[in-house]
Every structure is written in C-alpha cells, then in structure tokens.
C-alpha cells in the first residue's frame, strides 16, 4: 500500500530564515510544505491545493489581508492562519472577521502554531466532507424523476399526500409511490430526515429552532 500524502502547508512570508525555520517545524510533525516570498507567487500557484496556508500580515507587494481579500474573491475555502507582529493585531481581528481561521503573534511558541495548524487542518477536512456529502445529495437529488422533486419539496413544506395529491391532480397513493421512491433515492430513512436533507440543499427554508 502508499503511503498517504501528508497535508501540505502554504508558507507565506518576506523572511527566509523564517520560512525555512517553520518548514521545518511542520516536517517534523509530518507535514508537507511550500514556501513563497510574497502574496503573488502564492496566489499564482493555485491556493487550492494547500490544506491550510500560514499568512503574514506585512510583506512587500499584496499584504496579508490583501491576500485573504483575493482568496474570498475566488471563493478559496483554504484555512488561513495570520502571523502577525504586536502591533498588527487590530489587523488581525480584522483578518478574523473576514473568515481567518486564527492569528499567531509573532515570536510564537512552535507548539502553539502546531496546534493551531493541525486544528485549521481539522477544521478544512470537515468542511470539505461535508461539502462532499452535499455535492453527493445534490446528485442523487439533480436525477430524480421531475414529479419526484416536487412532491419531495411539497413534503418538506409540510404539505400532506392528499393537499399534494389536490394540488399536482394525481391520487394521493400515486403521492405516497413517488415520496417512498425519492426518500429511498435520497437516502431518507424517515420524513423527518427527508426534511433535513431538503433544508440543507436549500430546497426549503430552515426549520425553526
């Protein structure tokens, strides 16, 4: 069997002693690397495909926050972790409102950046599993049999067989047919789970607390 490929970590920052230090920090925890001088180069090289990125605030040519502004821009879903000097912490709250995973000052304790790393990391492999699992639930959902789709959502608004059997002009058995046949599609173990998975394609609108 391969081994698995370890997490690959974005390294961004102006200092190259500061870089080569944090590359290998994350190498001996078993984490994959890749340095950048500058904003550009990082974001010329596809953000995507890192699994978390460490940001410095201040560097010549696009700042950190610029950075963050264009990845938001692409709809980037990589977790930013900022290092940022004393004096760059009201930038970094700022960076946190945006959508930043954390901030580190500057000189940081190296367990203190390991934990905040693999807890970004963490974070990013949930995010995308449930990303996955919606894609999945968007497909099984995209083939179902138009009157399939109806009644699903007319279910989930709370509609009856029979108001949904008045409604299409169909019996409410034929409803009861296409509603048990779409839950089984779906994956739908009871109506009240067939809801849940309508609310969280966005089908319908929340359910109230």
């Known amino acids: 069997m391969t ?3 370890p997490p690959c970590i974005a390294v961004v920052d102006d200092d190259e002693a500061l870089r080569d230090s944090l590359a ?7 984490l994959a690397t890749r340095a950048f001088a500058d904003g550009e180069a990082f974001l010329a090289a596809n953000p995507d495909a890192f699994d978390a990125v460490l940001l410095d605030v201040r560097m010549p040519g696009l700042s950190g926050l610029q950075v963050q502004q264009r990845l938001n821009e692409r709809g980037t879903t990589v977790p930013v972790i900022f290092m940022t000097g004393h004096g760059d912490v009201p930038m970094a709250v700022a ?4 959508g930043a995973f954390d901030f580190i000052e500057k000189p940081f304790n190296h367990q203190q ?5 693999q807890q970004a990391l963490a974070e990013h492999q949930h995010q995308r599993a449930i990303r996955e699992r919606l894609d999945a639930l968007r497909e099984r959902y995209d083939a179902l049999r138009p009157k399939e789709r109806e009644i699903v959502v007319l279910v989930a608004e709370g509609l009856t067989s029979r108001e949904i059997a008045a409604r299409l002009d169909v019996s409410a058995k034929t409803v009861e047919v296409y509603r048990l046949r779409a839950m089984k599609e779906l994956g739908a173990g009871s109506l009240a789970e067939l809801v849940r998975l309508c609310v969280a394609l966005g089908l319908v609108g929340s359910l109230p607390e």
């Open 24 to 30: 290998w920090l994350l190498d001996s925890v078993g």
């Open 113 to 117: 950046l390991i934990d905040a790393v």
């Open 3 to 5: 081994e698995p490929t």
């Open 95 to 98: 960076a946190l409102k945006s």
